[in-house]
């Protein structure tokens, strides 16, 4: 994965997508990696935003045309004088991603997410979404709110890697340690003690001072065995609170975590990574 060679930069032209233009544009230009833009169209909305008749026979094929020329015209005027491969593709912008990401053995998809609350994500689905659940290769994103409107934060200075206690720890952490060191920045680790629910028999103090002293350990460990020199904090917290503090403390440039991939396809779907890049103030790179 780690050094990114192959960038999917999936475009939607809307405002938080053009936030991102100089994350991807960093991004691509600091570890020399090749850049693909894409677009997922559907045949209605192009036509409707053309002048094309629907009776036309050669409708389909003018259609893509279209659609390429916009696309090339935004790469010229995003990156100019880079070469890159300009894609579109007929689908479901989700499922598009998904296609290319495998066909272009992309290292990276680089995308905003325009965060939607969690009954709309829930019931209909969002391409975020369906990008984190279904591609395999480390996803960039971040929400549409913070990328337009907070000055960018590259190259990164501060990161925060949140680890949990799957087995994917490991390789989330060597690979935050191994951003942090491209980029000369300063890393920072956090794990989170899930808040646990009150129970009038448990001594919740207790239970809690041993998850957290046993997290402690498995950080020194891990650490140890990566022989990464980098601060750790173990918060008792709502995850994705705990996260997000930590992130606002450390004034972090990007947040390094997981996906879940050790613990299945199901437990991925519910998991908590939605909620973190929602109310993350920065964008989460997820490995």
């Given at each position: 994965m780690l050094p990114f060679r192959k960038i999917l930069y999936p475009v939607d032209y809307s405002d938080p997508c053009q936030a991102m233009i100089p994350y991807v544009q960093e991004m691509a230009s600091h570890y020399s990696a090749e850049l693909t833009v894409c677009h997922a169209y559907q045949p209605l909305a192009a036509i409707a935003n053309?002048?094309?008749?629907?009776?036309?026979?050669?409708?389909?094929?003018?259609?893509?045309a279209l659609e390429e020329n916009r696309l090339r015209q935004f790469a010229c005027q995003a990156f100019p004088g880079q070469t890159l491969e300009a894609m579109v593709e007929l689908g479901e912008p989700?499922?598009?991603?998904?296609?290319?990401?495998?066909?272009?053995?992309?290292?990276?998809v680089m995308l905003a997410t325009h965060g939607h609350?969690?009954?709309?994500?829930?019931?209909?689905?969002?391409?975020?979404?369906?990008?984190?659940?279904?591609?395999?290769?480390?996803?960039?994103?971040?929400v549409g709110a913070a990328l337009s409107d907070h000055p960018v934060r590259i190259p990164y200075q501060s990161i925060v890697c949140a680890l949990d206690?799957?087995?994917?720890?490991?390789?989330?952490?060597?690979?935050?340690?191994?951003?942090?060191?491209?980029?000369?920045?300063?890393?920072?680790i956090v794990h989170v003690v899930p808040t646990s629910p009150a129970y009038p028999d448990v001594d919740l103090e207790e239970?809690?001072?041993?998850?957290?002293?046993?997290?402690?350990?498995?950080?020194?460990?891990l650490k140890a065995k990566l022989g990464i020199d980098a601060p750790h904090s173990v918060i008792d917290a709502l995850l994705a609170d705990g996260i997000h503090h930590e992130v606002v403390r450390r004034k972090a440039d990007l947040l390094v975590t997981g996906r879940g991939h050790s613990i299945g396809t199901f437990?991925?779907?519910?998991?908590?990574?939605?909620?973190?890049?929602?109310?993350?103030?920065?964008?989460?790179?997820?490995?």
């Open positions: 053309s002048e094309l008749l629907v009776t036309d026979p050669e409708l389909p094929a003018k259609v893509h989700g499922g598009v991603i998904d296609k290319l990401a495998r066909e272009q053995r992309a290292d990276l609350g969690p009954l709309r994500r829930l019931l209909l689905g969002s391409v975020t979404a369906k990008v984190l659940h279904d591609v395999s290769t480390a996803v960039w994103t971040g206690d799957s087995q994917e720890a490991e390789a989330v952490l060597r690979a935050a340690a191994s951003i942090a060191s491209a980029y000369g920045a300063q890393l920072f239970h809690t001072k041993q998850l957290t002293e046993s997290s402690q350990f498995r950080l020194r460990e437990s991925r779907l519910w998991s908590h990574l939605y909620s973190i890049i929602r109310d993350s103030p920065c964008p989460v790179l997820s490995i």
